[in-house]
């Protein structure tokens, strides 16, 4: 049986390490991300590996893209397997200093993308597990979506909430056949932890790989194994 997968914010880092692995394991890919450019140069490295890859360049911010986006994959593929919401953003800075518009961002993005995306897929996820019993929407939240980090209140809230609501979506489609695991990475080796390379640098980080092996093993497990929720973290950090 053919399968399709859908992930956002696929143009580099974690997103693209999903892509490239759900790619190399038979599923036809959509990948969106924000800038053409760099989403087509993502896209061309996959279909160059042999993938059959769909791009739809998107702002996870605009409801009409989220749509947009589901409406593209719904025509070129017909189904969906697998839901990969990776799309987020971060940005620093104390809660008393934080413009207003560097909350919604975060909170439009990381969040309100992933509810929006999901309600727009669950039909396709439904047949999809009617059909197999292991349709998986994985929604990428953070270690700080499960311990609060100063100077990342906005960003941790959304993680928080993207893990709150990966846990409703599971009460409400589990018995569908849909599974929903919460990932929640520390530090991962990509350009939104250039911050804080100076303290961590990216060879001693998660691995991008490392989340995309997370949703391999996910996806073996049996349709009767559900993993609400995967912590991925570095030595000598503690558990949550």
Sequence with gaps: MERAA?????SSG?????ARALGHDGYRLTVAARRPDKLEVA???LRDEGLDVLSVAANMAREEDIKKVAEAHRERFGRLDVLVNNAGIGIGGPVAETETKRLDLQLDVNLR?????ARECIPMLKDAGAQHGKALIANMASITGKRGQGWLAAYSATKFGVVGLSQA?????STDGIQVTALCPGFVATAMTDWIEG????GEMIQPEDVAEAVRFVLR????CVVPEIQLIRPGESEV
């Design 6 to 10: 859908l992930v956002t914010g696929g």
């Design 14 to 18: 974690i997103g693209l390490a999903i």
């Design 43 to 45: 896209a061309q490295g």
């Design 113 to 117: 993308a992933v509810y929006l995306l």
């Design 169 to 173: 979506l599971h009460m409400e489609l």
């Design 199 to 202: 303290q961590v640098p990216k």
């Design 221 to 224: 497990t049996s349709r009767h």
